[in-house]
T-cell receptor
Framework: AQSVTQPDIHITVSEGASLELRCNYS??????LFWYVQSPGQGLQLLLK??????LVQGIKGFEAEFKRSQSSFNLRKPSVHWSDAAEYFC????????????FGRGTSLIVHP | DTGVSQNPRHKITKRGQNVTFRCDPI?????LYWYRQTLGQGPEFLTY????????KSRLLSDRFSAERPKGSFSTLEIQRTEQGDSAMYLC???????????????FGSGTRLTVV
């Protein structure tokens, strides 16, 4: 069964600083990988996804993520954080075969200081 | 297309009452998912439809829960005899799946927040 670990429950950064949110997955074959963002009381918005090809994926809002098969990781990065980026971030893994049901991590809460 | 729509946005009910939520997916999406999210946790899978067929159900989906997707369009999730532990955000997502998987990503609705008092 697939699983996702987001080791950081909270991350605090200053506005303008760089950001990296960690995600490790467990899956036996090539995974589909996703990052979602959730603002308070809202649904989830897709930031970016990886399913094949270039391991560095560009997303919306200036985010990018790099798939590293050797480390089973899919970390999310942003070079300069804006106050509006404060939200909950979820990494998810979907199987490339089978029922394709994505499994989510518990999330990382991003706090941005002015 | 306005995305995935969920109604109601909020529902407060007394313990023991039945509740029903509705999800309208993106019209061309053939797959529909229900998730439950409690405070401080990621979404947990409940059930999944491909067109009108319910193909998978989680252990979390007790016999008090039932979901339907008649005609492969909108879906309803009903909870009978609600308990306080059912209080959560219920999220619906849809995707355009193919034999190669849902590589396009999953589009989520804004969710229905259920409070059982």
């Amino acid at each position: 069964a697939q699983s996702v670990t987001q080791p950081d429950i909270h991350i605090t950064v200053s506005e303008g600083a760089s950001l990296e949110l960690r995600c490790n997955y467990s899956y036996g074959a090539t995974p589909y990988l996703f990052w979602y963002v959730q603002s308070p009381g809202q649904g989830l918005q897709l930031l970016l996804k990886y399913f094949s090809g270039d391991t560095l994926v560009q997303g919306i809002k200036g985010f990018e993520a790099e798939f590293k098969r050797s480390q089973s990781s899919f970390n999310l990065r942003k070079p300069s954080v804006h106050w509006s980026d404060a939200a909950e971030y979820f990494c998810a893994v979907g199987a490339s075969g089978g029922s394709y049901i994505p499994t989510f991590g518990r999330g990382t809460s991003l706090i941005v200081h002015p | 297309d306005t995305g995935v729509s969920q109604n109601p946005r909020h529902k407060i009910t007394k313990r023991g009452q039945n509740v029903t939520f509705r999800c309208d997916p993106i019209s061309e999406h053939n797959r529909l998912y229900w998730y439950r999210q409690t405070l401080g946790q990621g979404p947990e899978f409940l059930t999944y439809f491909q067109n009108e067929a319910q193909l998978e159900k989680s252990r979390l989906l007790s016999d008090r829960f039932s979901a339907e997707r008649p005609k492969g369009s909108f879906s309803t999730l009903e909870i009978q005899r609600t308990e306080q532990g059912d209080s959560a955000m219920y999220l619906c997502a849809s995707s355009l799946g193919s034999s190669g998987g849902d590589s396009y990503g999953y589009t989520f609705g804004s969710g229905t927040r259920l409070t059982v008092v």
